[in-house]
């Protein structure tokens, strides 16, 4: 009987690269399910368009608009990366592979790292969205910006290692900074926990958020934490960021009230997927408009350029993760983000009252 992960990897690896490098891709697979770290691992769209990828982008400036994930993976799992990059590279097809970042103690962190290799290091726009794939033309619409964690996660299995695990702690902390949680056991993993490990908080009355500060969730101090945690932003209770959030416990009414029909979240939306009309769906209980939302990355900008203090992007980050699911089994690439509006990072760390914990 035909393996289905084979099947799935068809027409591409099976038919493009043969089938020795096909039982490699399959294999690669296997490990990530053994693993629990998910059934597919590149977009649909990879295997059903021969020859159209060129370029596999890790984006150095994904992370929330605080975090430490990313530096201290390249630091302590710099090898993991550059295997996982090639592996990538051999069984998708892709011509080329490499870094972006607009941060430069991470730039030159990577060049180090990437020195007499193929594996390119590109400096990105200072700005968020951040958008590797637009910076470094012209991959138009032929580029994969994968991230971080799942490259070395790749490495790791390929070296038959335990895939590392880091969370960033940061925000109101003594010592922020990314735990490695490898070795630890997830079944105390808590943000009272994990703040302690950091030195404590200067602020008596905090509140975690886990995911980072434009989509994450508000997370009970001593409740257990998702066993993948990546992010845990602590905030001091009084934070403007959570008085907007509990504003919107009822958004429907807020929304009504508040929206100003501005347009201005649909102007920064990189996806160009109109948010201002799904939050006016929401505010008259409406049915969100189809269209929109498939395509939405849960960038968060539309939080950020909103005047009315709603947070677009956590409203709607529910009904898009239902979505998200048949973005990945499409058969064509998502179109390149169009862009036209980014915000400086300094702009967007002081519209989010974050720049005193700036690293
Ligand atoms: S979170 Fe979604 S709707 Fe909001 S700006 Fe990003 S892509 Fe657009
Ligand atoms: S930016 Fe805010 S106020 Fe303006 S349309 Fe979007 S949700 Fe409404």
């Known amino acids: 009987m035909p393996d289905p992960l084979h099947r799935s990897l068809s027409p591409f690896l099976s038919q493009q690269l043969g089938e020795e490098r096909a039982q490699a891709a399959v294999a690669l697979q296997k490990l990530l399910q053994s693993a629990g770290l998910g059934e597919s691992l590149w977009p649909r769209w990879i295997d059903a368009r021969p020859g159209l990828l060129s370029t596999i982008w890790i984006d150095g400036d994904a992370e929330p608009p605080l975090g430490l994930t990313m530096p201290a993976l390249c630091v302590r799992y710099g090898e993991l990366l550059k295997d996982g990059l090639a592996a990538l590279k051999l069984l998708l097809g892709a011509k080329e592979v490499g870094f972006c970042t607009s941060k430069p103690a991470l730039q ?29 033309r012209p991959q138009r619409g032929r580029a994969w910006v994968v991230p971080v964690e799942r490259v070395v996660q790749v490495g790791a299995l390929i070296l038959k290692r335990p895939p590392p695990q880091l969370c960033s702690v940061v925000g109101a902390v003594a010592l922020p900074q990314a735990l490695d949680l490898t070795d630890d056991d997830p079944s105390v993993w808590t943000p009272r926990e994990l703040l302690r490990r950091c030195g404590g908080s200067p602020v008596a009355a905090w509140v975690a958020l886990v995911g980072g500060a434009l989509t994450g969730t508000p997370w009970s101090a001593d409740a257990k934490l998702p066993r993948d945690v990546s992010h845990l932003l602590i905030l001091p209770a009084d934070h403007e960021l959570l008085t907007r959030r509990r504003l919107l416990q009822d958004p429907h009414a807020r929304i009504a009230n508040a929206c100003l029909s501005c347009d201005l979240c649909s102007a920064f939306c990189p996806e160009s997927i109109q948010p201002h009309l799904s939050m006016q769906a929401l505010g008259r209980q409406q049915p969100l408009p189809p269209a929109g939302l498939p395509g939405c990355s849960g960038c968060g900008a539309c939080s950020v350029a909103c005047p009315a203090g709603l947070l677009p992007a956590s409203l709607l980050a529910g009904p898009r993760g239902s979505w998200q699911a048949t973005m990945d089994a499409s058969d064509e690439p998502p179109p390149l983000p169009i862009g036209r509006l980014r915000i400086p990072t300094e702009l967007l760390l002081s519209r989010l009252g974050l720049l005193a914990y700036q690293h």
């Open 108 to 136: 030159a962190e990577l060049e180090r790292l990437c020195a007499r290799t193929t594996i390119l290091v590109r400096t990105s726009l200072m700005a968020f969205p951040s958008q590797p794939e637009l910076d470094a």
